[in-house]
């Protein structure tokens, strides 16, 4: 299972270029993109690109967004991804039911009995774009699959849907990065993938997006240029500060739970129990030690 995912960078496969420098960017998942990004006419020409990218052992644990289940290139797109050996996971778009994941979850299935690889090795990462979708998000979450681990959402199609404009602060985004952090927590789930930032060339936009998503308790972001790849990962990477705050109350609070106490004031800041626990996930985050 990919536990993290920071970064998650779409990657539209036509331009030979544009793919390698999307499977050197760095990313902790690469998605080939065989929805939006590609005209009808090139559909058929993305999917052998991408089958050819895995046959050369270039693509292995990378991911495909395929179109919505409703669409007319759904079922054209599942039965490519048997020619995918090391295929990662997919991506569904516009889910609005658990029963749009369920057609896929036993496409899979035969996928990976047909392979002999281990059920639920395919990964599934489920995109929230209407507002139905939205409202449905606890159903969703609740699909006995456990190829799904986390949500991600559409910010284009979602603001498209209700008839919402996504300014430079994003307030439009507010009520469903919301409902995805809380409801994802309530099922159980990892932290919900973010959506896309489109102006390329602002990367202090891309940046100040990345951390409100982070604070708002998201565990990473789509990006769609390899360029954003290095910005939104620095996001969602505790700063060297917040670290050594982190140990210095982890250290301080461990050692006053041996004398007895509960909670202290490190530097004027309250640290009890609930404190000392985020910070350990701030070391975990960072994946460094207390010490």
Same mark, same amino acid.
Request: aromatic letters at 6%; one cysteine or more; hydrophobic letters at 45%.
């Given at each position: 299972?990919q536990?993290?995912?920071?970064t ?6 036509? +331009?030979p270029?544009?793919i ?44 495909v ?7 007319a ?9 048997e020619?995918l050996?090391?295929?990662g ?15 896929l $979850?036993? %496409? ?8 002999g ?18 409202? +449905?998000i ?30 430079? $602060? ?8 919301a409902?995805l952090? +809380? ?6 789930k ?18 100040q ?25 620095h ?12 140990r210095?109350?982890? %250290? ?12 202290i ?6 640290v ?6 985020? %910070? ?5 985050? %960072? ?5």
């Open positions: 299972m536990s993290r995912m920071r998650v960078l779409l990657c539209t496969p036509i +331009n270029r544009h390698d420098k999307s499977l050197s960017a760095g990313a902790d998942v690469v998605v080939f993109d065989w929805e939006d990004s590609v005209e009808v006419s090139r559909k058929a020409a993305a999917r052998q690109t991408v089958t050819d990218r895995f046959a050369m052992g270039q693509a292995a644990g990378s991911f967004r395929v179109n919505a289940t409703g669409s290139y759904y079922e054209e797109d599942v039965s490519a991804l020619g050996a090391g295929l996971g997919v991506v569904l778009p516009k889910v609005e039911t658990s029963a749009d994941l369920a057609s $979850d036993a %496409a899979l299935t035969r996928l990976e009995a047909s392979r690889l281990a059920p639920a090795s395919v990964r599934v990462l489920p995109l929230i774009e209407t507002a139905l979708g939205v409202e +449905n606890s159903d969703i979450l609740a699909t006995r699959s456990s190829r799904v681990d986390r949500l991600s959402f559409g910010a284009g199609d979602y603001s498209l849907d209700i008839g919402a404009r996504i300014t430079a $602060d994003e307030s439009a985004l507010g009520y469903i990065r409902r952090v +809380n409801a994802s927590r309530a099922a159980g990892l932290a919900p993938v973010d959506s896309v930032w489109l102006d390329v060339s602002d990367e202090q936009g891309l940046a997006s990345a951390v409100r998503a982070r604070n708002l308790g998201f565990g990473g972001k789509l990006c769609i240029h390899p360029r954003q790849v290095a910005v939104a990962a996001a969602f990477q505790p700063s060297d500060e917040e670290i050594a705050v982190a210095r109350h982890v %250290a301080e609070f461990e050692a006053a739970v041996a004398q007895g106490l509960a909670a004031h490190v530097a004027g800041v309250l009890d129990y609930p404190v000392a626990e985020r %910070a350990r996930r701030t070391l975990r985050e %960072a994946d460094v030690s207390p010490a």
